[in-house]
């Protein structure tokens, strides 16, 4: 018998955020991780600029009420330039 088939529908993948930095030259392995972002590598500049930029971007998109999987790429790009401390 097979099973009943669950109204429920499952949820796909979840979009997630990667940062990588390469300008690392003190030999520190820095890894900051979150609910939905990874942030790996950088000098320590680079890599809290990264999380800095990675926290405001999800800051600014649960003020458009909007979550990772929805925005659009050109949207998303706009909001992490505008995340990005100068």
Not at 1 to 28: E, F, I, Q, W, Y
Not at 67 to 85: Q, R
Request: glycine share 10%.
């Amino acid at each position: 018998m097979s099973k009943p088939k669950s109204s429920r529908k499952r949820p796909g993948p979840r979009a997630s955020l990667l940062g990588v930095g390469l300008d690392n030259t003190d030999g520190h392995k820095r890894v900051t991780r979150g609910e939905r972002f990874t942030i790996a590598g950088g000098s320590e500049e680079t890599h809290e600029r990264m999380t800095e930029t990675v926290v405001k971007t999800f800051e600014e998109l649960k003020q458009r009420r909007k979550d990772l999987n929805e925005v659009e790429p050109t949207e998303l790009a706009e909001i992490i330039g505008k995340s990005t401390p100068r």
